[in-house]
């Protein structure tokens, strides 16, 4: 699979995310699949978030791509190159999460922007990129990815806390509705969007009775190393891997996999350190 093209690479800069089918193939899917639904340790380690609509969101969230068939999409070249095509130069891995929208009870991701709290982690710059990944479909039934066409050019918007989520401030939210074209972003098992951090986004609750697995992988320029310590790596130099590593390491769970990924839990302070933040500006 080659790296994104300069047409796509255009794209991405114009309207904040540009989608890639096929960016796995069945093969890969599969294996990805089937790992992460018996991995024992994804499940124990996964986390419920407060939607703010009467829901929970599942994910399990961890630092470093590691060894497994995880770390291997996280770390293969058609994904690394295309990073690095996007964001013009050397890439490092901020952090990798399985959301898990199980059937009929996956809650909600409210609209925010991810460098609306990851500046707070000492990224000075939106120089940051994710992709996602469908494990399984992701249709409007099941609460796939919305996104507002060109709203990384807006800029950082002030977050607040939305339940246990960090949700961009709704007055710009719903004035960008106004001109900006919204875009559900249905995908086929292996499909792909990569996505600017400044992209508002958001996705409903599945209200089906199909799951919504998918794997995000996010990234951050070298250049953009963060000046303090957070939750979340400073720049770690990322070994690429060929391509072919996903279908060689095969099924290869986080249980099968002694590396130290660092996984997030409790730890996890994004959106609360934003009521922390709010609270100080309040005080006289």
Same mark, same amino acid.
């Given at each position: 699979?080659?790296?994104?093209?300069?047409?796509?690479?255009?794209?991405?800069?114009?309207?904040?995310?540009?989608?890639?089918?096929?960016?796995?193939?069945?093969?890969?899917?599969?294996?990805?699949?089937?790992?992460?639904?018996?991995?024992?340790?994804?499940?124990?380690?996964?986390?419920?978030?407060?939607?703010?609509?009467?829901?929970?969101?599942?994910?399990?969230?961890?630092?470093?791509?590691?060894?497994?068939?995880?770390?291997?999409?996280?770390?293969?070249?058609?994904?690394?190159?295309?990073?690095?095509?996007?964001?013009?130069?050397?890439?490092?891995?901020?952090? &990798?999460?399985?959301?898990?929208?199980? !059937?009929? $009870?996956?809650? #909600?991701? @409210?609209?925010?922007?991810?460098? /609306?709290?990851?500046?707070?982690?000492?990224?000075?710059?939106?120089?940051?990129?994710?992709?996602?990944?469908?494990?399984?479909?992701?249709?409007?039934?099941?609460?796939?990815?919305?996104?507002?066409?060109?709203?990384?050019?807006?800029?950082?918007?002030?977050?607040?806390?939305?339940?246990?989520?960090?949700?961009?401030?709704?007055?710009?939210?719903?004035?960008?509705?106004?001109?900006?074209?919204?875009?559900?972003?249905?995908?086929?098992?292996?499909?792909?969007?990569?996505?600017?951090?400044?992209?508002?986004?958001?996705?409903?609750?599945?209200?089906?009775?199909?799951?919504?697995?998918?794997?995000?992988?996010?990234?951050?320029?070298?250049?953009?190393?963060?000046?303090?310590? &957070?939750?979340?790596?400073?720049?770690? !130099?990322? $070994?690429?891997? #060929?391509? @072919?590593?996903?279908?060689?390491? /095969?099924?290869?769970?986080?249980?099968?996999?002694?590396?130290?990924?660092?996984?997030?839990?409790?730890?996890?302070?994004?959106?609360?350190?934003?009521?922390?933040?709010?609270?100080?500006?309040?005080?006289?």
């Amino acid at each position: 699979m080659p790296v994104l093209n300069s047409t796509q690479v255009a794209d991405y800069h114009r309207d904040g995310f540009v989608i890639v089918r096929n960016l796995l193939d069945a093969e890969e899917t599969d294996l990805l699949g089937r790992a992460a639904r018996d991995d024992r340790e994804l499940d124990r380690r996964s986390q419920g978030r407060a939607d703010g609509e009467g829901g929970s969101v599942r994910m399990s969230l961890w630092n470093h791509p590691g060894n497994g068939i995880y770390g291997m999409v996280a770390r293969s070249a058609r994904v690394v190159d295309s990073m690095e095509a996007i964001l013009e130069g050397e890439v490092y891995h901020y952090h &990798s999460k399985m959301i898990l929208k199980d !059937p009929e $009870v996956g809650g #909600a991701w @409210t609209w925010h922007q991810d460098y /609306g709290y990851w500046y707070q982690n000492g990224a000075l710059f939106p120089l940051m990129s994710s992709v996602m990944i469908a494990v399984d479909p992701a249709t409007l039934e099941n609460g796939c990815l919305q996104v507002l066409k060109g709203s990384h050019l807006m800029g950082r918007i002030d977050h607040q806390l939305t339940g246990e989520q960090a949700g961009a401030n709704l007055e710009h939210v719903e004035e960008a509705k106004k001109i900006l074209d919204l875009v559900h972003v249905e995908m086929a098992p292996g499909d792909a969007v990569f996505f600017h951090c400044n992209i508002l986004h958001r996705s409903d609750r599945n209200a089906s009775p199909n799951p919504r697995w998918s794997l995000i992988c996010c990234y951050n320029a070298a250049r953009n190393n963060p000046f303090k310590e &957070s939750h979340h790596p400073r720049y770690t !130099p990322l $070994v690429k891997v #060929a391509d @072919t590593a996903i279908k060689e390491v /095969g099924i290869k769970r986080f249980e099968d996999d002694d590396s130290n990924v660092a996984w997030m839990g409790d730890e996890d302070q994004s959106a609360r350190s934003l009521e922390e933040r709010i609270g100080l500006q309040r005080r006289p």
